[in-house]
């Protein structure tokens, strides 16, 4: 009796992609992070008064700060706290050693990334439209640049935080930076914030993105320089977790 083959790459990486994608939407903490606070922040933004949102309709400017926290919050405090805790438990040395391979179980991963912001998109975009959100069609197709290369970016940094960290303080870190986050870029615009403050939040992938998204969807225009920084950071901490991740504690 011969054993059976492996399944072709593909599949091997779909399925894992699958269950990353279940297992994140079936985390309780996770669709609390992902969706609900997200849509809490659309909402609350919108109806209130304050903080001041800059130039735009309030509803406008809300939402493209929504998708940008979004990305946040899946690409990097959901990925980095599963990916630290799953080097912890010993599953990402045990899966590295299958026919999945290294390569594979990451690009499961980005592919989960995706499917579950792509579920976000829709719901806070459905929300974002009830309350009277009127994107600039001409913005759609930069915004999405945006957001996959924003989701590149918070991934890489997620991989290196869960690669280099133990499980405990990636959960501490990762949470921490996900507040400190907010008010960088990602729901209020960096032309709101002091000067030197905004100098920093520019150049931080938070301000890079909401400020991306918010120009894409709100004036329709195309941020390169936004882009830019999102590439940068990107390149950087992908390189970094290639040299430094740790695949078991």
């Known amino acids: 009796m011969t054993a059976a083959a492996p399944a072709p790459p593909g599949r091997r990486v779909t399925a894992q992609a699958g269950f990353e994608t279940r297992t994140l939407l079936s985390n309780g903490e996770q669709l609390l992070v992902s969706v609900i606070l997200p849509a809490m922040a659309l909402v609350g933004l919108t109806l209130a008064s304050v903080p001041d949102l800059g130039p735009g309709r309030r509803v406008d400017v ?29 599953v990402l040395r045990l899966l590295g050693t299958t026919p999945l391979g290294r390569g594979g179980l990451l ?10 912001l792509a579920v976000q ?26 957001l996959l290369l924003g989701t590149a970016a918070f991934v890489a940094l997620a991989l290196l935080l869960a690669g280099t960290v133990r499980a405990e303080a990636v959960l501490a870190l990762a949470n ?47 941020p390169w320089a936004q882009w830019a920084v999102l590439l940068v950071w990107g390149a950087a901490a992908g390189a970094a977790a290639t040299r430094w991740f740790r695949w078991s504690d």
């Open 62 to 90: 809300a939402a493209a700060g929504t998708l940008a926290l979004a990305v946040v919050s899946t690409a990097f405090t959901g990925q980095a706290i599963a990916t630290g805790f799953d080097r912890r438990a010993g």
């Open 176 to 222: 921490l930076v996900w507040v400190l986050l907010l008010g960088l870029g990602v729901l209020l615009p960096t032309s709101e914030l002091p000067a030197p403050l905004a100098t920093v939040a520019r150049l931080l992938p938070s301000g890079a993105l909401g400020d991306g998204l918010r120009a894409s969807l709100v004036d329709g225009a195309w």
């Open 121 to 146: 998109v829709a719901v806070l975009g459905a929300l974002a439209l009830v309350l009277g959100w009127r994107p600039s069609p001409a913005g759609l197709l930069p915004a999405l640049v945006g």
């Open 107 to 116: 690009a499961g991963k980005a592919l989960a990334v995706l499917s579950v």
